[in-house]
């Protein structure tokens, strides 16, 4: 069975400061895929990364950077410079390579940024 | 393009009567998934269609939801006999059906059982 923990339910910074949202999984299979939604308000969920289980290589995307440690199950998402219209509910998923993206989510954190 | 679409936004509904969810995926998206999310819980899949077939049902709750899909496009998600625990948001998603394809994900419905 597939499994994903998000042990922070709730982070909140200050504008300006760097935040590192963490995300541990567990799976028997040895290939797979890993996702990063963003929940914001409106309540749509927003893709923002795709990490398959061959690519263990950190990727950085503007102000999001991901860490993906496959020794340590973890693929950790950290915020550098948080800015307000980053509040929302940050979701990781995993899944099965070859389900067609059925995913497993973990329960969420929601980072609150304030000025 | 257009996103997913998905309506009601919101629907409130006495305990005991039936519901009807409906989803329009992003055009040429094969791909279709139900996801539950209930307060403070992330979300819960319910089912995945490949065109109009359902390959996988296997989070389905219980015997009163159903869902359906017709033309490869529209799908609907039926709850009969609504029941307080089954207040959630529902969301619906579409992706391509190559590898692991990102899924596109709707604002959701809201449903509200009293």
Known sequence: ??????????????EKEDVTLDCVYETRDTTYYLFWYKQPPSGELVFLIRRNSFDEQNEISGRYSWNFQKSTSSFNFTITASQVVDSAVYFCALSEIGTASKLTFGTGTRLQVTL | GAGVSQSPSNKVTEKGKDVELRCDPISGHTALYWYRQSLGQGLEFLIYFQGNSAPDKSGLPSDRFSAERTGGSVSTLTIQRTQQEDSAVYLCASSLLMGNSPLHFGNGTRLTVT
Do not use: Y
């Open chain 1, 1 to 14: 069975a597939q499994k994903v923990t998000q042990a922070q339910t709730e982070i909140s910074v200050v």
